[in-house]
């Protein structure tokens, strides 16, 4: 590979095979500069011929150029392809209606747990105009309220009723909790852009307490110059336990830690206490009683309560199966629990944005185009500044570093007889290049580790 100038555009002149492409070099997710076929930032993965998108969470393929070959000279010119979604992809022509119970067009919300002062615009994926020129019918503020599979139809909450032929369920999941003390002001829930800007407003000068051990680390770190005081309240023993490791989730604790962070960990909220119809006061399990001016919940609740009734099977976390147990109704974002390749088409559930977007398979199974999950789950978070990534695995024994967790420089490899894992943190683009190996289902055995 090499990046060539080509006009005023830098263009990554690929020869594979003795054939030459010359594709866009900016990642169409955040721009990150592409050195090779998959992102070293976020994980996305392009065709090195083509430049089409095999791996979110890239939004579009790379433009792709024509090339010609002439006196042993390659030749770029600036003519570009584009791709439209998958169902218009795959030559789909039917009517498509995409319902959502928010008020804007989809958007990034990895980003609101970042930069929680942002504003909407910045973070919508798609304009108008993109659904308006691939036929999609884009229906907002539109909550669906229960699903009637015998008769194929979908009630919403204006009252309406919508029939299907095939039907997607991707209402992802929200945040909750059920104790008493919920309904003070100054609770809040992190869903939307208006959700983040309301708690940056409220959080200012403040006693703030966080509930959750995941994502919402995101929030405890962005608060820390703006917030009094920040608590973080978690049912595990550590922070990212289930989807970065007990490693990363050490780590996390030590930077936040370091900058004033108090944690409550291996302990649950029993009762959130008001005065004035204002949060004062948390209490935990253990009988502790944290001061808060702002209570920001980040547990997450699987949103499909409007399911119950129909006969669309969920497991018992509430969450449903991708291939649901009704003909011609699917599931796919954060709601879904899904067969994956790479581990042994184990079923799991993984509520990140990376693998929501992957689940385009179930729009391939709908065109009876069955289609196995590939991916590689590839994760980030952001701490003060600092990217950590993680190219996922589970059921390790052993690790093998490059550097030191303390140093805050390192690449991490998860060892069960061979290497299942990867996290690194100012190692890139290390993590990506190990979940490019996975992805090639090529083994990195301990002694290459």
């Not at 309301?198 to 917030?227: N, P």
């Not at 001061?291 to 969450?319: C, H, T, Y």
């Amino acid at each position: 590979m090499m990046e060539v100038e080509v006009g005023h555009h830098s263009v990554l002149l690929t020869r594979t095979d003795g054939i030459y492409s010359a594709l866009g070099n900016q990642c169409t997710h955040y721009g990150a500069p592409l050195n090779r076929v998959r992102c070293p930032w976020h994980g996305s993965c392009f065709n090195v011929l083509t430049g089409d998108l095999e791996e979110y969470p890239g939004i579009d393929c790379l433009p792709c150029h024509k090339v010609k070959i002439q006196n042993s000279k390659v030749y770029v010119s600036a003519a570009s392809l584009i791709c439209a979604e998958t169902l218009r992809q795959e030559n789909f022509s039917g009517r498509i209606i995409m319902a959502s119970r928010d008020e804007l067009l989809p958007y990034d919300k990895t980003r609101l747990s970042k930069v929680m002062n942002v504003e909407s615009d910045s973070i919508v994926l798609r304009r108008m105009e993109f659904f308006h020129q691939s036929d999609i019918e884009v229906w907002l503020r539109k909550e669906a309220l229960s699903v009637d599979t015998d008769k194929k139809t979908v009630t919403f909450d204006d009252g309406s009723i919508q029939s299907y032929d095939q039907l997607l369920i991707s209402t992802g999941c929200a945040k909750g909790l059920d104790v008493p003390g919920m309904k003070l002001d100054n609770v809040r829930m992190l869903e939307t852009p208006e959700d983040a800007r309301q708690i940056h407003a409220a959080c200012l000068g403040c006693k703030v307490v966080l509930v959750g051990t995941s994502f919402v680390m995101e929030v405890a770190s962005y608060l820390i110059d703006k917030a009094s005081s920040i608590t973080v309240i978690g049912s595990s023993e550590l922070p990212y336990q289930n989807t970065l490791g007990p490693e990363i989730g050490r780590l996390t604790m030590t930077i936040l830690s370091e900058k004033n962070v108090r944690f409550y960990m291996n302990d649950n909220v029993t009762e959130v206490k008001g005065v004035d119809g204002k949060v004062k006061e948390v209490v935990l399990k253990s009988g502790k009683v944290i001061p808060a001016d702002v209570l920001i919940v980040g547990i997450i609740i699987p949103n499909s309560e409007f399911l119950r009734g129909s006969k669309i099977q969920m497991d018992a976390k509430n969450f449903v199966y991708m291939q649901t147990s009704v003909p011609d109704v699917f599931c796919g974002g954060d709601l879904a629990t899904f067969p994956l390749a790479m581990a042994n088409n184990r079923l799991v559930n993984i509520g990140h944005w990376q693998m929501a977007q992957a689940h385009r398979i179930a729009a391939l199974n709908m065109l009876n185009k069955q289609t196995e999950l590939k991916s590689v789950p590839f994760y980030w978070t952001v701490l003060l500044g600092k990217t950590i990534r993680y190219a996922y695995g589970e059921g390790y024994t052993e690790i093998v570093m490059k550097g030191k967790f303390e140093d805050m420089k390192f690449l991490a490899l998860y060892i069960n007889d061979e290497v299942i894992a990867a996290a690194s943190l100012n190692y890139d683009p290390a993590a990506s290049a190990v979940a490019e190996r996975f992805a090639a289902r090529k083994v990195i055995t301990k002694k290459e580790a």
